[in-house]
């Protein structure tokens, strides 16, 4: 597949203390593969500026598009702004714009320095719409850098997801079944030898003592993952297993 | 800080794909810091050898410990024991301790060549025991390679924890408030000055229309931890705040 590459960078030191459990990661994941855009690779980074500097440069070199998520607001420990600026060697300066959003937003009470910091971004930078809470991500270069906040996250994603140029959108189907990975293992490699084009993944369920598997089939040509899935159904009926709804995803 | 460092690489097509939400790195995380582990990067990476390769020599160099999950399964798409040989440079091998492990746990009918792959580890390599299905992990250097299923995942890492070479446990307190983070961000600022010892982290949660705040202070010295929290609690209370319970996780 000759589909645009991305990666993610998860800025955060709440994600590797394991206070928090990441929840953004699926959801971009699962929206550019709807566009055609190939999920390449995913960082989980400290609030670092060297680190932020280095990774985004590394990154932004190595995939069509980058995206991070975290350390836009408005305490010390939101340092994502000032990096990304550092990594693309420009000033940060305060958006007219976004000052503008900030300052509608708050009363004028409530606006202070802390808030207005949130208006500040990389020298060329364009925004992306906050419709939550007002402060915006912004896009630079090829950088889409977003909130932390679930909400706000996806809010900001789907505000962009159709200025990226996709490829052929990536589907899958699966199939579930009974049969633990191994009793399946053979008759599966020989079906994936025969399909070169379709990704397929099997993944193996523990529950209540026991193992169920679910396959899944991905690609660009949905009649070739329902091929390929047409195989796998048979495998396991010759293997005399059955197909299964899919128990519940997370283990 | 002098404590020892790690990074976790994930390995798995499906936390790519967004098919799949990772649970294991939080575990870890909070494995690693009681026990005085710096976790400092995570890379999700695809079922791809040359990047698994890659991958484990860039980080092994880089961290004290390298803690792989995922791809040690019996199908197609378990490559990570023989990627991990690769990079190591070394033949992979059947282990007859493994093997012997996987035939007393299989019925005769049921063993066969899939599931003895899963005996295959690197030479050199010591086994990580797998008490729910037999299917060991090993360690190779400083890599420790452990299942993708959470539950054995698990297991295999609170197995091999005490073989780790820790520091000074980490620990942290939290302060939860109705304040919004944008207001308390610059007393925030002026306490994180003070104690340069403790990391103070300002974690923003948007729940039914508002903003709440948690403030975690994080150290190897409970007792700063405490006093950078009573100053935290004396901010929230001279802005008119209230400190509260936490929110749920997860926003």
């Given at each position: ?120 971004v990389?020298?060329g930078a364009t925004l992306i ?9 912004f896009i630079m ?111």
């Amino acid at each position: 597949m000759s589909n645009p590459t991305a990666c993610i960078i998860v800025i955060g030191n709440e994600i590797l203390s394991g206070r928090t459990q990441d929840k953004n990661i699926a959801y971009i994941a699962s929206g550019l593969a709807a566009i055609g855009v190939n999920l390449r690779e995913v960082r989980v980074i400290p609030d670092v500026e060297n680190t932020i500097v280095a990774t985004v440069n590394e990154l932004r070199a190595k995939f069509s598009y980058v995206f991070t998520t975290g350390g836009i607001g408005p305490t010390h420990d939101d340092i994502t702004s000032a990096s990304v600026a550092k990594a693309f060697g420009v000033p940060i300066h305060r958006h007219p714009e976004a000052e503008a959003s900030l300052r509608a937003h708050y009363s004028e009470s409530d606006i202070n320095e802390a808030r207005l910091k949130m208006a500040d971004v990389p020298q060329g930078a364009t925004l992306i719409a906050n419709p939550v809470s007002a402060a915006p991500g912004f896009i630079m270069g090829n950088v889409h850098v977003m909130a932390g906040v679930p909400r706000i996250m996806q809010a900001m994603f789907d505000s962009i997801k159709h200025t990226l140029n996709g490829g052929k959108p990536v589907v899958s189907v699966h199939v579930s079944t009974n049969l633990p990975e191994g009793t399946i293992a053979e008759g599966l490699t020989e079906i994936q030898s025969r399909y070169s084009d379709v990704d397929i993944g099997s993944y193996p369920l523990y529950r209540s003592g026991g193992f169920f598997t679910t396959l899944v089939m991905r690609g660009t040509e949905p009649a070739r993952n329902e091929a390929a899935a047409a195989e796998v159904r048979a495998l396991i009926k010759r293997l005399g297993g059955e197909e299964i709804d899919e128990p519940g995803h997370g283990q």
